[in-house]
């Protein structure tokens, strides 16, 4: 591995921003094979996914054969994707950040998460039926805003060499035409309802479309590493180019949480097979530096849940497997009496339509589920709900996403509702019954540590009588309501 540029403030490592015109246009197919093919080359490849995703990254995952994380500057916070940046420039020798929906598409959009960060931009294009056209939309993208640096295109779906060479006349010198891929459905990776699917169903077929993908990236520009770039640790100087930069979120864990551990000693098990699968990695680390360990089960093939305090059952595809879930009586009832106990659950999307009476599956049939929960669920095809949110619990705000095609009906009222980025209606709905917490939303732990750790159970008294200096801090620490 090459030799760092690293002092205690800063590491250098090349990078590549690669955004498209929109959704569809191939970057998770083209950041995968880019990523496989210097990964074959010996290289240290760290992959950062824009937005709050959990498929691409398991892609990406897969094809870097390194830990993907998300970087999305509302959901976590600037310093905290600052950080990340900043950590995987010293151990890499290439970061890739694949894009979310159009470069210039949300608020912050990945446009402004490359201008923040100085991060070259690479602009993948599907121009299957257009030619010179797709050099004058690349141009156009190029000189929007003149805070972002586009290195050139990557033209998807491009028929033949003379289909290459007509794009590449049209472009000036400044914007190169770095690659091409043909269409090639060898290449395109799977898809389903949600997005792609999920890496661990058809870890074959990936692997023979990232070196299929490899195949066509060879020997061409795009596989020289590009410039170095920057990366500044957060709690340096340099951290903000403004004043008013920074986020409420713009933290990891606080002091007032830091200097006791609120899970020590306590043991969160959580679902996670192919039913449930939708986990950040980022919430996992926070729960161990909140003093937790945790446990893996399935909901699919366990029958009893392993010891443990509290129980998390995150998002994921329920609505494939429901059946299944449904005839694992022995796994039901344990959950069942564990939520009767009164301890903590957290059910995300998946894990709140398992916590109804029934989910209807795409095929109409009705299954019952563990009916924590007074209501029912039902998938409704190509109509959905996503978007940011933030959820207002009565433990504190916590930043989220909703991304779902299912709908819920005849349940009790919610406590509250998240309340959307950008828009004035009432979001997802909140429910709690005992010690349990449900919705539709993707909670991002990390956007609020104490809040989190009194969800699971946090012992905040105990802890805090045992460090003297945060004493006087215990009690001020109480939740307030804000439903």
Same mark, same amino acid.
């Given at each position: 591995?090459?030799?760092?540029?690293?002092?205690?403030?800063?590491?250098?490592?090349?990078?590549?921003?690669?955004?498209?015109?929109?959704?569809?246009?191939?970057?998770?197919?083209?950041?995968?094979?880019?990523?496989?093919?210097?990964?074959?080359?010996?290289?240290?490849?760290?992959?950062?996914?824009?937005?709050?995703?959990?498929?691409?990254?398991?892609?990406?995952?897969?094809?870097?054969?390194?830990?993907?994380?998300?970087?999305?500057?509302?959901?976590?916070?600037?310093?905290?994707?600052?950080?990340?940046?900043?950590?995987?420039?010293?151990?890499?020798?290439?970061?890739?950040?694949?894009?979310?929906?159009?470069?210039?598409?949300?608020?912050?959009?990945?446009?402004?998460?490359?201008?923040?960060?100085?991060?070259?931009?690479?602009?993948?294009?599907?121009?299957?039926?257009?030619?010179?056209?797709?050099?004058?939309?690349?141009?156009?993208?190029?000189?929007?805003?003149?805070?972002?640096?586009?290195?050139?295109?990557?033209?998807?779906?491009?028929?033949?060499?003379?289909?290459?060479?007509?794009?590449?006349?049209?472009?000036?010198?400044?914007?190169?035409?770095?690659?091409?891929?043909?269409?090639?459905?060898?290449?395109?990776?799977?898809?389903?309802?949600?997005?792609?699917?999920?890496?661990?169903?058809?870890?074959?077929?990936?692997?023979?479309?990232?070196?299929?993908?490899?195949?066509?990236?060879?020997?061409?520009?795009?596989?020289?590493?590009?410039?170095?770039?920057?990366?500044?640790?957060?709690?340096?100087?340099?951290?903000?180019?403004?004043?008013?930069?920074?986020?409420?979120?713009?933290?990891?864990?606080?002091?007032?949480?830091?200097?006791?551990?609120?899970?020590?000693?306590?043991?969160?098990?959580?679902?996670?097979?192919?039913?449930?699968?939708?986990?950040?990695?980022?919430?996992?680390?926070?729960?161990?530096?909140?003093?937790?360990?945790?446990?893996?089960?399935?909901?699919?093939?366990?029958?009893?849940?392993?010891?443990?305090?509290?129980?998390?059952?995150?998002?994921?595809?329920?609505?494939?497997?429901?059946?299944?879930?449904?005839?694992?009586?022995?796994?039901?009832?344990?959950?069942?009496?564990?939520?009767?106990?009164?301890?903590?659950?957290?059910?995300?999307?998946?894990? !709140?339509?398992?916590?109804?009476?029934?989910?209807?599956?795409?095929?109409?049939?009705?299954?019952?589920?563990?009916?924590?929960?007074?209501?029912?669920?039902?998938?409704?095809?190509?109509?959905?709900?996503?978007?940011?949110?933030?959820?207002?619990?009565?433990?504190?705000?916590?930043?989220?996403?909703?991304?779902?095609?299912?709908?819920?009906?005849?349940?009790?009222?919610?406590?509250?509702?998240?309340?959307?980025?950008?828009?004035?209606?009432?979001?997802?709905?909140?429910?709690?019954?005992?010690?349990?917490?449900?919705?539709?939303?993707?909670? !991002?732990?990390?956007?609020?540590?104490?809040?989190?750790?009194?969800?699971?159970?946090?012992?905040?008294?105990?802890?805090?009588?045992?460090?003297?200096?945060?004493?006087?801090?215990?009690?001020?620490?109480?939740?307030?309501?804000?439903?």
């Amino acid at each position: 591995m090459n030799m760092k540029n690293i002092t205690t403030a800063s590491a250098s490592c090349p990078a590549l921003f690669l955004a498209a015109p929109g959704s569809g246009s191939g970057k998770t197919t083209v950041t995968a094979a880019l990523a496989r093919a210097f990964t074959q080359q010996g290289k240290v490849v760290r992959v950062f996914k824009t937005g709050p995703d959990y498929l691409d990254p398991q892609i990406l995952a897969q094809a870097s054969g390194q830990p993907v994380e998300q970087l999305d500057m509302w959901m976590a916070g600037e310093a905290y994707c600052q950080q990340m940046l900043y950590q995987a420039a010293q151990d890499a020798d290439l970061i890739l950040v694949e894009g979310v929906m159009g470069l210039f598409d949300g608020e912050p959009s990945s446009a402004d998460l490359a201008a923040r960060f100085n991060i070259p931009l690479a602009i993948v294009m599907d121009v299957k039926g257009m030619a010179q056209t797709a050099a004058a939309i690349a141009m156009g993208l190029a000189n929007f805003r003149d805070d972002i640096q586009v290195a050139g295109l990557i033209a998807n779906s491009c028929g033949t060499e003379r289909h290459a060479q007509l794009i590449r006349d049209a472009l000036p010198e400044s914007l190169p035409l770095l690659a091409t891929l043909p269409r090639d459905p060898e290449v395109t990776l799977p898809e389903r309802h949600l997005g792609l699917v999920q890496a661990e169903e058809v870890q074959e077929e990936l692997e023979q479309r990232f070196n299929a993908g490899v195949s066509w990236l060879n020997n061409q520009p795009i596989t020289e590493l590009p410039a170095a770039v920057t990366f500044y640790a957060a709690e340096t100087e340099q951290r903000c180019a403004t004043e008013d930069c920074a986020t409420e979120t713009d933290q990891s864990v606080p002091d007032s949480v830091k200097s006791f551990q609120p899970l020590a000693g306590k043991t969160v098990a959580i679902a996670r097979d192919r039913a449930f699968s939708f986990i950040y990695d980022a919430n996992l680390r926070l729960l161990n530096e909140l003093g937790a360990e945790y446990r893996f089960f399935s909901p699919l093939t366990d029958h009893i849940l392993p010891e443990a305090d509290a129980l998390w059952l995150p998002g994921g595809y329920p609505e494939l497997y429901a059946r299944q879930l449904s005839e694992n009586t022995a796994m039901l009832q344990t959950i069942q009496t564990f939520h009767q106990a009164g301890k903590p659950i957290l059910a995300e999307c998946g894990g !709140f339509l398992y916590s109804l009476e029934t989910l209807t599956d795409l095929e109409d049939n009705q299954y019952p589920l563990l009916g924590l929960l007074t209501g029912h669920g039902a998938m409704r095809g190509k109509r959905g709900c996503q978007g940011m949110q933030t959820a207002p619990l009565p433990e504190g705000e916590v930043r989220a996403h909703a991304h779902h095609r299912s709908r819920c009906f005849d349940t009790d009222e919610p406590i509250a509702h998240g309340r959307r980025q950008r828009h004035p209606a009432p979001g997802e709905g909140i429910w709690r019954n005992k010690g349990l917490t449900a919705s539709y939303l993707h909670l !991002f732990f990390p956007s609020n540590p104490e809040a989190i750790a009194r969800i699971f159970g946090g012992d905040f008294e105990q802890s805090a009588a045992s460090v003297p200096s945060a004493s006087s801090s215990a009690s001020a620490a109480t939740p307030s309501a804000v439903c």
